[in-house]
């Protein structure tokens, strides 16, 4: 099983601001099969990124991935009032999928 | 559009079973594989189990293997998790989401229930 490690566990920035989270995997990832999803209190994960680095439909392009085998990054270009949420990172490679612990942006 | 939605949580004494159901609609749901995740109340997620097309694949979590199944009936554009021997870490809110077209490897998950609440307690 794949174990994925994402910091920092909390991104303390200002609306406007540039985020960068970072997902660790404990062995290189498949062809890329990483994904992020985003999480609003009391709502349901959205996926924003699969495959390391296309954006979903309708994902805002100030959202953007990269990365490759073991290191992957989610930038937020400019952070907005509602970018404010957990972002989890999933890879998708092997039979076993696995989620990173999730990285909480929070205002400043 | 896309529409899942669970049902069947409630609470449940440990040892005891329970069956979840996801109603599929919107989509084309013999095409796609499917997964189960779960989300403990204030934590993150965990991949329980997912699904083929047809049921001829499936996968599990190893915190839930040899007492949860996956199944699903295309006819009824249903996907469901019967859950067995639960424990008090089996709490969580349980998610069906859909992957990709035919498996749910090598795919990631693009639309997601709600959820619904499933409570091990004595």
């Known amino acids: 099983e794949i174990a994925l490690t994402q910091s920092p566990g909390t991104l303390s920035l200002s609306p406007g601001e540039r985020a960068t989270l970072s997902c660790g995997a404990s062995?290189?990832?498949?062809?890329?099969?990483l994904a992020w999803y985003q999480q609003r209190p009391g709502q349901a994960p959205r996926l924003l990124i699969y495959?390391?680095?296309s954006r979903a439909a309708g994902i805002p392009d100030r959202f953007s991935g990269g990365g490759s085998g073991t290191d992957f990054t989610l930038t937020i270009s400019r952070l907005e009032p509602e970018d404010f949420a957990v972002y989890f990172c999933?890879?998708?490679?092997?039979?076993?999928?696995?989620f990173g612990g999730g990285t909480k942006v929070e205002i400043k | 559009e896309v529409q899942l939605v669970e049902s069947g949580g409630g609470v449940v004494r440990p040892g005891g079973s329970l069956r979840l159901s996801c109603a599929a609609s919107?989509?084309?749901?013999?095409?796609?594989?499917m997964s189960w995740v779960r989300q403990a109340p204030g934590k993150g997620l965990e991949w329980v189990s997912g699904?083929?097309?047809?049921?001829?694949?499936?996968g599990y979590g190893d915190s839930v293997k040899g007492r949860f199944t996956i199944s699903r009936d295309n006819a009824k554009n249903s996907l469901y998790l019967q859950m067995d021997s639960l424990r008090a870490e089996d709490t969580a809110f349980y998610h069906c989401?859909?992957?990709?077209?035919?498996?749910?490897?090598?795919?990631?998950?693009?639309?997601w229930g709600q959820g619904t609440l499933v409570t091990v307690s004595s």
């Open positions: 989401a859909r992957g990709g077209y035919g498996d749910y490897k090598g795919s990631s998950l693009d639309f």
């Open positions: 919107g989509f084309s749901f013999e095409d796609y594989g």
């Open positions: 699904i083929n097309w047809n049921g001829g694949s499936t």
């Open positions: 062995q290189s990832v498949s062809s890329s099969y």
């Open positions: 495959g390391a680095s």
């Open positions: 999933q890879q998708y490679g092997s039979s076993a999928l696995t």
